[in-house]
């Protein structure tokens, strides 16, 4: 998944920046939750490209008591969260996607402040 951040990015005018932690226990995961995950990270990333009109984007992966978390994160132009979504189901399939695995997405964004997107699974 981190790869995939890097190489999307690779020749766009966008850095991709990823963190992870040094040393990250075994995390089990089901295939289930991997695909949804990934497909959720894919979906934020698209939304960077397409709409933040960003120059950074950051991707991080955690994990602690039982919990992964994902976060990615750009300093493009935001959006108003609590306004009405666009024409798109984006944001809405991430949500269904991560409620189908148990897991849990918080959208954190304001006009001009850039958009942060965290993703929350249990392990499984």
Known sequence: MLHY??????????RCRVEVPARLLDFPISTQERHNLFMVVKEA??????HAEATEVRV?????GGKVTIVV????????????AGSGNGLGN?????????????LQSQPGAGTKVI?????G
């Not at 951040?5 to 966008?14: H, L």
């Not at 990333?45 to 397409?50: D, F, G, I, S, T």
């Not at 994160?73 to 009405?84: E, K, Q, S, T, Y």
């Open 5 to 14: 951040a890097q190489e999307y990015f690779q020749n766009t005018g966008v």
């Open 60 to 64: 991080s992966l955690a994990e602690a």
């Open 94 to 106: 991430m949500k269904e996607r991560m409620e189908r695995i148990g897991g849990r997405l918080e």
């Open 73 to 84: 994160a750009d300093n493009g132009r935001g959006f108003a969260a609590a306004a009405p």
């Open 119 to 123: 993703l929350e699974a249990n392990g």
């Open 45 to 50: 990333l698209n939304n960077v490209l397409k």
